[in-house]
Nanobody, 122 residues
Framework: VQLVESGGGLVQPGESLRLSCTAS????????MGWLRQAPGQAREFVAA????????YYAEPGKGRFIISRDNSKNVVYLQMSNLKSEATAGYYC????????????????WGQGSQVPVAC
């Protein structure tokens, strides 16, 4: 499975941004898809994930109430809508996938994208 992110770029504090991730290859398995991020000088951390059927969404504490994950399985796309962005959200955002949700939530997904940079600054 190949994952390609898009939609990153410079935003100002308080603004919104939507990231997209398109999957290709063997997408017929029931993958949980999600996002992790890595800020400069820090370890990679979990952001959000959604199960294959869309029934369960997981969010890390920093994004709760401001980030929304969604997916369109007919297009093999997963989105991360981020609102009211703060400077501490500056990071590279990585799309990820695994058939086991916990592997993704604990930073050990089977598949990774290349990452999309999101600087939040004036």
């Amino acid at each position: 499975v190949q994952l390609v992110e898009s939609g990153g770029g410079l935003v100002q504090p308080g603004e919104s941004l939507r990231l997209s991730c398109t999957a290709s290859g063997n997408t017929r398995r029931a993958y949980t898809m999600g996002w992790l991020r890595q800020a400069p000088g820090q370890a990679r951390e979990f952001v959000a994930a959604q199960t294959w059927d869309g029934g369960v969404r997981y969010y890390a504490e920093p994004g709760k109430g401001r980030f929304i994950i969604s997916r369109d399985n007919s297009k093999n796309v997963v989105y991360l809508q981020m609102s009211n962005l703060k400077s501490e959200a500056t990071a590279g955002y990585y799309c990820a996938g695994d058939v086991v949700s916990d592997e993704l939530r604990y930073g050990r997904p089977e598949y990774w994208g290349q990452g999309s940079q999101v600087p939040v600054a004036c």
